[in-house]
């Protein structure tokens, strides 16, 4: 199997896993701010999907993140993850973002 193939296999893969995680997840249980250092699940949803994007559009094929381009204001995250690295305001906006589950789907 060549590397492309694999990799396609991979990410296919863990789109079904995350798939089967989300499935059922409400807006509500989505939106939810445990006690102590934890986020919501919707921060996590959309962090692991701008990830991705970000990886395979950016880095690999060397183009911009489809929530950077075509995409952009359409991914259902309001707002948009912070760039991660030293000093990211990540907590803030894991408990502050808003997510439409279907948009991001």
């Known amino acids: 199997m ?3 193939k694999f990799l396609r296999e991979q990410l296919r893969t863990a789109h079904e896993f995350l798939d089967g995680t989300m499935q059922g997840v409400s807006e509500e249980q989505a939106h939810w701010a445990p006690a102590g250092a934890a986020s919501p699940i919707a921060a996590h949803y959309v962090h ?4 991705e994007d970000g990886i395979v559009n950016g880095m690999l094929k060397g183009g911009a993140p489809l929530f950077a381009s075509d995409w952009a204001g359409k991914v259902g995250a309001n707002p948009m993850p912070p760039e991660m690295g030293p000093g990211s305001p990540w907590d803030p906006w894991a408990r ?6 279907s948009a991001a789907r």
Do not use: A, F, H, I
């Not at 502050?96 to 589950?101: C, K, P």
């Open 48 to 51: 692991v999907l701008t990830g």
């Open 2 to 4: 060549g590397t492309v």
């Open 96 to 101: 502050q973002v808003r997510v439409d589950l």
